[in-house]
């Protein structure tokens, strides 16, 4: 595979970031591009991170229901959820940095990710969240 163009490479400190980093994506043909527009994470544990290094674990604060509900309340939970625009609780592992779960609360619309808290805390209350059953 051959090296990535050396205009491309970021020698820069992560604390002197202010603008996204470009990462490099390898083609099948073994060509290095760009990939534009990345998320940067703020893990809770380990501080800001590209979002390369997460993986998504569908949304937080949704209740299982009991044992013992109908076939028709368990497929509504499997399978039916609200997905408004707007702002969702979300739940995000740190896979390739320590591997620890935590909640995030992101704007869809813009994916802009609003707070980031552990595991355990309560949600935070946010302007234009939705209120009741949890995405």
Not at 54 to 82: C, I, K, M, Q
Not at 104 to 133: F, N, S, W
């Amino acid at each position: 595979m051959r090296e990535p163009p050396r205009e491309w490479h970021i020698d820069e400190p992560q604390a002197r970031r202010t603008q996204p980093i470009a990462v490099l994506a390898a083609s099948a043909a073994g060509v290095f591009q760009p990939i534009k527009n990345m998320l940067r994470i703020s893990c809770p544990h380990c501080g800001i991170r590209d979002e390369v290094e997460f993986a998504f674990g569908g949304p937080s604060h949704v209740t299982r229901p009991a044992f013992e509900v109908s076939d028709a309340e368990w497929a509504d939970y499997l399978f039916n959820r609200e997905n408004p625009k707007g702002i969702h609780y979300e739940r995000w592992q740190h896979a390739y940095g320590c591997g620890r779960w935590f909640n995030a609360a992101r704007d869809t619309v813009t994916h802009e990710i609003l707070a980031v808290y552990r595991m355990g805390d309560p949600k935070p209350v946010l302007p234009g969240a939705p209120r009741g059953r949890a995405p």
